[in-house]
């Protein structure tokens, strides 16, 4: 206890305050750079389109309004294409974890055959494809053009997710598993009564990479799918993003139109402003789902990378 009473009422140095003060000013000034973009997005997203436009909005919103958000989320399509990305987030996420953890945990087991010559094959492909347009003649012969699944299937095996989880499982004492197999525990067992619930952080990291890169994605849509009813949100705002310009132009140009829902957006909004609102609801729904893994991210990144 008295050591203890020493410890507290211990008078920092000066080099102690300095470094301190230094610390967390760095720190608060990386903070602020990497919060700042979006809430840039958000201010010029609510003020004024006018504004927004000329570039007048830096700090602080200005004659707020959410006409911006009512005109996008009423663009044709939109619903359709944000269920079309929820649901291949979802289940592609969740494919894409338990493929990572099954395959992470059979190539640190010694028994399984041809081992490391698997493990090899699968490391090449990291650094060697084939291309564009081998992939896409693969995909249109197994019949996967113009399909949902075209956005699961080809992303489910992920080279760099099983060398994380493989990496991780290794750090986890072997002795679990022999003590399951003594009680008469078969592999499937073990798997996923001792590993899956002993690998929650690295899991939750392979979760978090899968669900950003899935709810992002549009390219899948431009290369693969030309059924409107496939398409994703991604996709959907990445087409009126790139309209953008042109329909402002062409409305200043002309009072008609054949589409009218775009043509009056196009009126109302200037280009800067569809393209902050776009980014702000294309990136606020990850936003809300990363805290939820974020404590296991570093645990589980990191853990396994130092043995010994």
């Given at each position: 206890?008295?050591?203890?009473?020493?410890?507290?009422?211990?008078?920092?140095?000066?080099?102690?305050?300095?470094?301190?003060?230094?610390?967390?000013?760095?720190?608060a000034?990386?903070?602020?750079?990497?919060?700042?973009?979006?809430?840039?997005?958000?201010?010029?997203?609510?003020?004024?389109?006018?504004?927004?436009?000329?570039?007048?909005?830096?700090f602080?919103?200005?004659?707020?309004?959410?006409?911006?958000?009512?005109q996008?989320?009423?663009l044709?399509?939109?619903?359709?294409?944000?269920?079309?990305?929820?649901?291949?987030?979802?289940?592609?996420?969740?494919?894409?974890?338990?493929?990572?953890?099954?395959?992470?945990?059979?190539?640190?087991?010694?028994?399984?055959?041809?081992?490391?010559?698997?493990?090899?094959?699968?490391?090449?492909?990291?650094?060697?494809?084939?291309?564009l347009?081998?992939?896409?003649?693969?995909?249109?012969?197994?019949?996967?053009?113009?399909?949902?699944?075209?956005y699961?299937?080809?992303?489910?095996?992920?080279?760099?997710?099983?060398?994380?989880?493989?990496?991780y499982?290794?750090s986890?004492?072997?002795?679990?598993?022999?003590?399951?197999?003594?009680?008469?525990a078969?592999?499937?067992?073990?798997?996923?009564?001792?590993?899956?619930?002993?690998?929650?952080?690295?899991?939750?990291?392979?979760?978090?990479?899968?669900?950003?890169?899935?709810?992002?994605?549009?390219?899948?849509?431009?290369?693969?799918?030309?059924?409107?009813?496939?398409?994703?949100?991604?996709?959907?705002?990445?087409?009126?993003?790139?309209?953008?310009?042109?329909?402002?132009?062409?409305?200043?140009?002309?009072?008609?139109?054949?589409?009218l829902?775009?043509?009056a957006?196009?009126?109302?909004?200037?280009?800067?402003?569809?393209?902050?609102?776009?980014?702000?609801?294309?990136?606020?729904?990850?936003?809300?789902?990363?805290?939820?893994?974020q404590?296991?991210?570093?645990?589980?990144?990191?853990?396994?990378?130092?043995?010994?």
């Open positions: 206890m008295k050591a203890l009473s020493v410890e507290k009422g211990k008078k920092h140095s000066k080099e102690d305050v300095i470094f301190g003060v230094v610390n967390y000013t760095l720190f000034v990386f903070t602020l750079i990497c919060v700042y973009p979006f809430y840039y997005l958000i201010i010029n997203s609510l003020s004024a389109n006018d504004l927004s436009g000329n570039g007048s909005i830096n602080l919103p200005r004659q707020l309004h959410l006409e911006n958000y009512k996008v989320l009423q044709k399509g939109l619903a359709a294409a944000a269920l079309v990305s929820v649901a291949r987030t979802a289940i592609g996420t969740v494919c894409t974890v338990l493929a990572s953890a099954f395959l992470g945990f059979m190539f640190t087991q010694e028994g399984m055959w041809k081992r490391k010559i698997w493990y090899r094959m699968l490391v090449v492909t990291m650094y060697f494809n084939a291309g347009i081998p992939m896409f003649l693969t995909m249109q012969n197994l019949h996967l053009t113009n399909s949902f699944w075209v699961i299937i080809p992303v489910i095996v992920q080279p760099f997710n099983i060398i994380l989880v493989k990496t499982m290794e986890i004492p072997k002795s679990l598993q022999e003590a399951a197999e003594m009680d008469g078969g592999l499937m067992t073990v798997f996923i009564k001792i590993i899956l619930p002993t690998a929650t952080p690295i899991l939750a990291t392979i979760a978090i990479f899968a669900a950003v890169a899935q709810w992002n994605a549009f390219q899948d849509t431009l290369i693969y799918i030309t059924d409107q009813k496939l398409y994703s949100l991604q996709y959907i705002l990445y087409q009126y993003i790139n309209q953008a310009n042109s329909l402002a132009t062409m409305v200043k140009n002309s009072s008609g139109g054949t589409n829902n775009m043509a957006l196009a009126t109302q909004q200037t280009p800067t402003s569809i393209r902050m609102t776009v980014s702000v609801i294309v990136v606020m729904p990850i936003l809300f789902v990363y805290p939820m893994f404590r296991y991210f570093v645990k589980g990144i990191m853990i396994g990378s130092v043995k010994g």
